[in-house]
């Protein structure tokens, strides 16, 4: 059974770069896309990017100057990186595993199967 | 102010029906699949419903899932106490990637 581990640290200051890393286990980092998704206190999800095992990414345009998803398929991790940080950053971080394809006729099928527990990031001089 | 509307909240009695409604475009749900998760207090998000209608292994078939046109809705029946979280719809957006709803706050009276 797969499961995801976000790691990083809690306490981030202003302007400075924002980085966590996802650990997947029991199963293999290929073959699945892989994502990114916050919470801010009280607030909705929302959707930060994802990127595909091969290395290839897509990013939510409003955050797309600022983040970096990357991945490592020797250490079965992905890693987040979000500079210029400020406390409307401050949110729970998810780390999830996604599904997605094309249904042809249908559309796009997208959806995360897998979340990790998720890890409190607080932006704070 | 999200890309899809879901009512902030919703309310029935136990063992009653309710269901949760996520409005959008043609950029998103009216061309692509829905899903929707389930967020208990504290926890993670859970995934409840993918494809518009499929309930992964281990979800009740209490919980179901629909779509028609640029709106889906999401159905509990048999209400629970334990049923009380958060629920979310989402989906692909052409412009604007992956998107969500802003959430529905599910009360059991």
């Known amino acids: 059974q797969v499961q995801l581990q976000e790691s990083g640290p809690g306490l981030v200051k202003p302007s400075e770069t924002l980085s966590l890393t996802c650990t997947v286990s029991?199963?293999?980092?290929?073959?699945?896309?892989w994502s990114w998704i916050r919470q801010p206190p009280g607030k909705g999800l929302e959707w930060i990017g994802y990127i595909y095992y091969s290395g290839s990414t897509n990013y939510n345009p409003s955050l797309k100057s600022r983040v970096t998803i990357s991945v490592d398929t020797s250490k079965n991790q992905f890693s987040l990186k979000l500079s210029s940080v400020t406390a409307a950053d401050t949110a729970v971080y998810y780390c999830a595993r996604l599904v997605m394809g094309d249904g042809y006729t249908q559309g796009i099928y997208y959806y995360m199967d897998v979340w990790g527990k998720g890890t409190t990031v607080t932006v704070s001089s | 102010q999200s890309v899809l509307t879901q009512p902030p909240s919703v309310s029935a009695a136990p063992g009653q029906k309710v269901t949760i409604s996520c409005s959008g475009s043609?950029?998103?749900?009216?061309?692509?699949?829905v899903s929707w998760y389930q967020q208990l207090p504290g926890t993670a998000p859970k995934l409840l419903i993918y494809d518009n209608n499929k309930r992964p292994s281990g979800i009740p078939d209490r919980f179901s899932g629909s779509k028609s046109g640029t709106s889906a809705t999401l159905g509990i029946t048999g209400l629970q106490t334990g049923d009380e979280a958060d629920y979310y719809c989402g989906t692909w957006d052409s412009s604007l990637g992956g998107v969500f709803g802003g959430g529905t706050k599910l009360t059991v009276l």
């Open positions: 029991g199963g293999s980092i290929s073959s699945y896309y």
């Open positions: 043609s950029s998103n749900i009216g061309n692509n699949y």
